[in-house]
């Protein structure tokens, strides 16, 4: 099964879920606030600001992670 991420249109937490093909979020609850309805993440992609751990396969050499002159 793929792993979605889903994000909470409230307060943003963002949750990592693994669920079955077609997951749109609308059945899952905020684990933080407790909203009923997430917004399905486009995964696959590294978001800019967002990856922890991956940005650096994004990042030109050189860049030294301030991304200024990479992307
Ligand atoms: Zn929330």
Redesign the pocket.
Known sequence: MPIYEFE?P??G?LTTELCKMGENGESLT?L??G?EGLWKQVSGFASPGVSKGRSAGSCSPGCHGNCAGCH
């Open positions: 909470c409230s307060c937490l905020c933080g606030c909203h």
